[in-house]
């Protein structure tokens, strides 16, 4: 009963998100923040998706840049040999990355702590190098991209891509709340608790673990995609940067991994930091908060955001009888 | 075919070894557990009996040897399909999920294991509360178990196990460190458990309780079994005696 | 195209190369090999080294290898101080310390690399001494001294902690300690001391090790990077925590670089650690000549 009713209202709060954004893109002449709110969103995206393996079953993928990279890519590739619309990108980026997951996942997920995230950087680095030596999409030198005619009702193509990436907010939101309440959330969480446990619990670890490994790698590869036309230019160091592995890990542990409004909150505080202090002081600062904030939460606020709430509102409620 | 049933084996370790690296921690075993039985499983430290249930439920591949279940070779199964068959085991070190109360412990249990899967909230939590109940566990059902005491925690591997529907349960040293009236709290649990029609393997160190449980006691000693039989028998033994008291 | 000589050169400059690679792994094969700390910002911290040797030498013209002698008292700091904030933090507050102890040290590495960026920007700095520039003929072959200088300090540095690892008595409670922690407390040892002295040695080579990086090429505030794979790579190749392992796994690392260089070009240099890597978790986690399961 309850359940279903914290159901309603997430969907009439996604339909109101989604209905605020277009109306936006409708009102607003000022292409800026669209331009500033479509990182901050494709930001929301990854770290949703980055908590999915990352947070719910605690493996640290370090591979989110990777995953980011190959969406870019596949959305040059298609552009380049077909000409296929912003849809067909971002499906097919989809697709890609659920493949991508699944085989680094086979490859990887057998590892443990450590390993896993050194893995991660790896197959990172190694996917970079090889996209680098790939002449057909522009090699190290990058690559030129033309934007198609924008599409009605948007007027500029940001706008529509800024809308875009608000529907894949919420399509990442409702996956991962959905993961967080089922069976696969709980055992995702038995795998992160003790995995030997879970095992011997009848968790079928390394399935779940691939399954998880193949939603978030699809995410995050949607969301790279559209980044190809948002920047009109592609190469290979920008696309597969760390720092997008760093955020994405950055926001979800700050914002707090059990449950999936901690990444959204973590992606939101610190994308509108960077936003607002790149335009204030420089890109490096947005950095080094990112790094400082991390390493403060990490170590003095180990539930994140939600947990600092969720401790509030326990000291109110205490407070209160 | 109830009787043929009786008759073979629930579980049949044959000729199982298992070596860390040189060092050969289980040295060819080979015993047969009857359906229903209670089965004592003794030895002095290191002497191999955690690493025998490992290889058991899964948690380690042998290297040679099989395990059969019911009649099927389970030796290349993962763990958890083994228990989706019908084995469960508690841990010597307790290895709960901490970040979960104790009705979630168990209901990761009902989720992977039994058709409860598709059961509504209600009948699934009425489910972990008759264990819980069963166990002694009932008024901690929502505490988180980072809380619980070193009994309670040992209880509550045991109700966990119970939540997969086990044939076979297998229970690691659950009394080691508790206090004479808990081993008695933990002895009767698994008396009734027994009484359910589950077959039990118990390790134990305490031997009043090995010798009041078992039907049947199996001694191990440097991975190998050097006594097997009545609890009576297997006490009387010249070599299990050595073992206990050093040589 | 290809050529006996060719092979042959690079098989020699792979091993000056390798011998190097190890001297800047050893202090993770201590740190992460033995003392099992997920320290991801061991190449942040060689690279911070290699730019106080670069200040040392801009600024007062100090010799590369003696400004890495004069900063290995601060490193040594360092570390005590990291490993201390790491134990209090972490290791001892046990459930999920693991994901957030990775996370953490990645954010330190983060936070190292961008205090770089700021102090001396991202062009590539390097540093002046007479060893630096000339070269060394044979043949066809031609050998940077740099690259020797490396090597030798590399070489008597690898063999100098592996002594001390095995031949003094702090050295062997160090190994002990990634043994038996319990053996070590019943010696009368206290493990944390043992894991934090142990942790400062680590960090401490890498004070000269940051001067060797800076020897043998210029260095950038993001070289780091590259560096998170060697030297995993030669650590994990290595057998967590083995010294003479890290030597060997050192030099097939650098001959690999450096055939994979002359074959196929420089585009593919920087996956080949990490390729090495992958395959040696893939294959055997615990390494070739692995320690533990
Ligand atoms: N994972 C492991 N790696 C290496 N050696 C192990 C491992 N597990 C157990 N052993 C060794 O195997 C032997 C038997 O251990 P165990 O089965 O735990 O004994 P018991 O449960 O009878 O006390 C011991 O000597 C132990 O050190
Ligand atoms: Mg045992």
């Known amino acids: ?321 | 075919m109830a009787v043929a049933e009786s008759a073979s084996p629930l579980l049949r370790i044959n000729a199982v070894t298992k070596r860390f690296g040189g060092f050969v921690a289980v040295n060819n075993v080979s015993v047969d557990i009857r359906p229903g039985e209670r089965f004592g499983l003794i030895g002095p430290n290191g002497s191999g009996k955690t690493t025998l249930i490992n290889c058991i439920s899964g948690a380690f591949r042998t290297e040679a040897g099989t395990v059969m279940f019911r009649g099927d070779d389970i030796s290349r199964l993962p763990a958890h399909m083994r228990t989706r068959r019908g084995i469960a085991r508690s841990f010597q070190i307790p290895r709960p999920f901490r970040s979960m109360t104790v009705a979630e412990n168990l209901l990761v249990a009902l989720d992977f294991t039994s058709l409860h899967g598709f059961a509504s909230a209600v009948q699934r939590r009425d489910i972990v509360m008759s264990i819980l109940m069963r166990t002694g566990l009932a008024l901690k059902a929502d505490v988180p178990t980072g809380n619980l005491s070193q009994v309670e925690l040992r209880k509550m591997e045991l109700a966990r196990a119970m939540a997969t529907h086990p044939k076979l349960l297998i229970s690691d040293e659950a009394m080691a460190g508790l206090a004479g009236s808990e081993v008695d709290e933990v002895l009767d649990l698994l008396m009734k458990l027994a009484s359910e029609d589950i077959t039990i393997i118990m390790i134990e160190h305490i031997m009043q309780a090995v010798m009041r449980f078992s039907e049947r006691v199996m001694c191990l000693d440097a991975g190998k079994i050097i006594a097997i039989g009545t609890p009576a028998e297997v006490m009387a033994n010249k070599r299990v005696q050595e073992a206990y008291l050093g040589t | 195209m290809f050529s006996f000589d060719l092979l042959l050169g690079a098989i020699v400059l792979g091993t000056l190369l390798g011998c190097f690679y190890a001297a800047v792994s050893i202090g993770l094969s201590v740190s992460f090999g033995l003392l099992d700390v997920p320290h991801v910002a061991h190449p942040a911290f060689l690279v911070l080294a290699s730019y106080g040797v670069y200040l040392l030498n801009d600024r007062y013209e100090v010799d590369p290898l003696l400004a890495g002698l004069l900063i290995t008292p601060l490193f040594f700091l360092l570390g005590l101080f990291v490993y201390r904030l790491y134990h209090e933090t972490f290791e001892r507050r046990g459930t999920d310390a693991a994901v957030r102890g990775i996370a953490f040290f990645f954010g330190v590495a983060f936070i190292v690399e961008v205090l770089i960026v700021l102090q001396f920007g991202v062009d590539q700095r390097s540093v002046t001494a007479s060893y630096i520039g000339r070269s060394w003929r044979i043949g066809d072959l031609r050998i940077p001294i740099r690259q020797l200088v490396a090597f030798a300090v590399a070489l008597s540095l690898t063999i100098l902690l592996t002594l001390y690892l095995s031949k003094t008595f702090m050295g062997r409670a160090i190994r002990a300690v990634a043994q038996d922690q319990e053996a070590l407390r019943l010696m009368g040892a206290n493990p944390v001391r043992v894991k934090q002295w142990a942790f400062g040695i680590a960090t401490a080579v890498l004070g000269i090790a940051g001067a060797l990086l800076i020897i043998v090429a210029p260095v950038e505030p993001m070289l780091d990077r590259a560096y998170i794979g060697r030297t995993f790579c030669v650590v994990v190749l290595a057998g967590l925590g083995s010294m003479t392992g890290t030597l060997i796994a050192g030099i097939i690392l650098g001959v690999a670089e450096s055939i994979v260089l002359t074959m196929f070009g420089a585009s593919w240099a920087p996956a080949i650690a990490f390729a090495m890597l992958l395959g040696v978790l893939a294959v055997r986690p615990q390494g070739l000549l692995g320690r533990r399961l």
């Open chain 1, 1 to 321: 009963m309850k359940s279903k009713s914290t159901g309603v209202r997430f969907w009439i709060g996604a339909i109101l998100f989604l209905a605020a954004m277009l109306a936006a893109t409708q009102v607003i002449r000022n292409e800026y923040p669209f331009f500033a709110g479509y990182i901050i969103l494709q930001f929301v995206v990854l770290a949703v998706a980055w908590s999915i393996l990352g947070g719910y079953a605690g493996y640290v993928n370090f591979g989110t840049s990777a995953f980011f990279g190959m969406g870019v890519y596949t959305a040059v590739f298609l552009v380049k040999a077909t000409g296929a619309p912003l849809a067909v990108q971002i499906a097919a980026a989809a697709g890609v990355g659920a493949l991508l997951g699944f085989a680094v996942g086979l490859l990887t997920l057998r590892m443990q702590g450590i390993f896993f995230s050194i893995a991660t950087i790896a197959l990172t680095i190694i996917i970079e190098t090889t996209v680098t030596n790939w002449r057909f999409v522009g090699g190290a030198a990058g690559i030129q991209i033309q934007r198609p005619p924008v599409t009605p009702p948007f007027d500029t193509y940001v706008q529509m891509l800024f809308f875009v990436q608000a529907l894949l907010v919420v399509l990442a939101v409702a996956i991962a709340r959905y993961i967080q309440r089922s069976w696969i959330g709980r055992g995702l969480q038995a795998i992160k608790d003790d995995e030997l446990a879970a095992e011997c619990t009848g968790v079928p670890t390394l399935r779940l673990k691939l399954l998880a490994c193949v939603i978030s790698g699809a995410l995050m590869c949607a969301a790279g995609a559209p980044a190809a036309m948002y920047f009109q230019y592609a190469d290979p160091s920008s696309a597969f940067n760390l720092n997008y592995s760093v955020s994405a890990l950055a926001m979800s542990l700050i914002g707090g991994t059990a449950h999936w409004a901690g990444p959204v909150l973590g992606a939101i505080l610190l994308g509108v930091t960077q936003q607002f202090l790149a335009v204030t002081i420089s890109s490096e600062v947005n950095v080094l908060i990112l790094g400082i904030m991390l390493v403060l939460f990490v170590v003095a606020a180990p539930e994140g955001l939600i947990g600092l709430i969720r401790k509030i509102g326990n000291w109110r409620a205490g407070r209160a009888t």
